[in-house]
């Protein structure tokens, strides 16, 4: 597929769906804020995790640490395989409904590691703030809402992240339903809708990103407070 480059004026709208797909979602996205996850307390989360989760999410934060700090030398690209590899192996995909009795939950680093679960959008935000905290920026990233295909099956609902080495480069996409990190233009089953990160949402034809401080709390904003509740 061609996934929008990191400053596109394109419409990008997934095969078989109009305008009114992307404004549905961006009534249920909320307007970005920035946040920079460059300074985290991960003490205070690895406490957290300990009393709310218990002994083992205590011990995947510690190895989320350890993983952090072992990767923070590394070239970009051996950063996105060490982020990918660890939450793709350490956690299971479910559904919110199963996870947290709700239809769509956005759940933090912190509780999707205590829940050892979750789903596309858990892991893509789980990956995109550790690949913030080893120094890669939001000009380098976007988490990416597609339509993902299976064989004769309906296309269903997907986020993965992308990694833009420069702003116009064809995007790496980190995946939890595959295990490798693969361009774009290698993965035809998925079809882009929009992407955003902390600073900006990219949709339609718009030239710029959507940012407003003032518009109603939605699942992005509530999930940053909680962030920052968690220590991140």
């Given at each position: 597929?061609?996934?929008?480059?990191?400053?596109?004026?394109?419409?990008?709208?997934?095969?078989?769906?109009?305008?009114?797909?992307?404004?549905?979602?961006?009534?249920?996205?909320?307007?970005?804020?920035?946040?920079?996850?460059?300074?985290?307390?991960?003490?205070?989360?690895?406490?957290?995790?300990?009393?709310?989760?218990?002994t083992h999410a205590a011990e995947t934060v510690a190895a989320w640490r350890q993983m952090i700090?072992?990767?923070?030398?590394?070239?970009?690209?051996?950063?996105?395989?060490?982020?990918?590899?660890?939450?793709?192996?350490?956690?299971?995909?479910?559904?919110?409904?199963?996870?947290?009795?709700?239809?769509?939950?956005?759940?933090?680093?912190?509780?999707?590691?205590?829940?050892g679960a979750g789903d596309c959008e858990d892991f893509s935000i789980a990956k995109y703030?550790?690949?913030?905290?080893?120094?890669?920026?939001?000009?380098?990233?976007?988490?990416?809402?597609?339509?993902?295909?299976?064989?004769?099956?309906?296309?269903?609902?997907?986020?993965?992240?992308?990694?833009?080495?420069?702003?116009?480069?064809?995007?790496?996409?980190?995946?939890?339903?595959?295990?490798?990190?693969?361009?774009?233009?290698?993965?035809?089953?998925?079809?882009?809708?929009?992407?955003?990160?902390?600073?900006?949402?990219?949709?339609?034809?718009?030239?710029?990103?959507?940012?407003?401080?003032?518009?109603?709390?939605?699942?992005?904003?509530?999930?940053?407070?909680?962030?920052?509740?968690?220590?991140?």
């Amino acid at each position: 597929m061609t996934l929008i480059p990191a400053h596109t004026t394109r419409t990008c709208r997934f095969r078989g769906q109009g305008t009114s797909a992307c404004l549905f979602f961006l009534l249920v996205l909320p307007f970005l804020i920035f946040q920079s996850f460059a300074s985290p307390d991960l003490d205070k989360t690895q406490a957290l995790a300990l009393e709310r989760y218990g002994t083992h999410a205590a011990e995947t934060v510690a190895a989320w640490r350890q993983m952090i700090e072992a990767s923070r030398a590394l070239p970009d690209l051996d950063k996105l395989t060490k982020v990918n590899t660890f939450f793709n192996r350490r956690h299971l995909f479910q559904d919110d409904i199963i996870v947290w009795q709700q239809n769509d939950y956005w759940a933090t680093p912190l509780e999707f590691i205590g829940r050892g679960a979750g789903d596309c959008e858990d892991f893509s935000i789980a990956k995109y703030v550790t690949l913030q905290m080893l120094g890669i920026g939001n000009d380098k990233l976007r988490m990416i809402y597609v339509r993902a295909q299976s064989g004769s099956l309906k296309p269903i609902a997907h986020m993965v992240l992308g990694y833009y080495e420069e702003p116009t480069a064809e995007p790496k996409l980190l995946d939890n339903l595959i295990s490798s990190i693969r361009p774009a233009s290698q993965r035809p089953d998925l079809t882009p809708v929009f992407s955003f990160n902390g600073e900006g949402l990219w949709v339609g034809g718009a030239t710029t990103s959507v940012a407003d401080p003032t518009a109603r709390l939605s699942r992005w904003r509530d999930v940053l407070e909680r962030m920052r509740q968690d220590g991140l």
